[in-house]
């Protein structure tokens, strides 16, 4: 299988809670998309942890193309 799977063709849009630390699904196996629930142990992939400096709603990317991430640019749209 390719790495990353392309989990969705439009982003998630998620609350994110200021110094939380998130672990974003790099490669597109999670069932618990659009963060990380350790099936990526198969590949050499590793999720993107991230954490925000204040609350705020964000659209993650779940087609794994963003130039951005974890945070969606529209990648999926082309």
């Known amino acids: 299988m390719k790495l990353p799977k392309r ?3 439009t982003p998630s849009k998620m ?3 200021q110094d939380k630390k998130y672990a ?3 490669c597109g196996l999670s ?4 963060l990380c629930d350790g099936s990526h142990k198969s590949s ?3 999720p993107l942890i991230f954490e925000v400096d204040e ?3 964000a659209h993650l990317c779940n ?3 963003t130039k951005n991430p ?3 640019d529209g990648s999926h749209k082309s």
């Open 55 to 57: 609350d705020k709603t």
């Open 31 to 34: 069932e618990k998309q659009t």
């Open 7 to 9: 989990a969705a063709e």
């Open 70 to 72: 974890p945070y969606c």
């Open 15 to 17: 609350e994110l809670e």
């Open 63 to 65: 087609c794994k193309q």
């Open 44 to 46: 050499e992939m590793r």
């Open 24 to 26: 974003w699904c790099t």
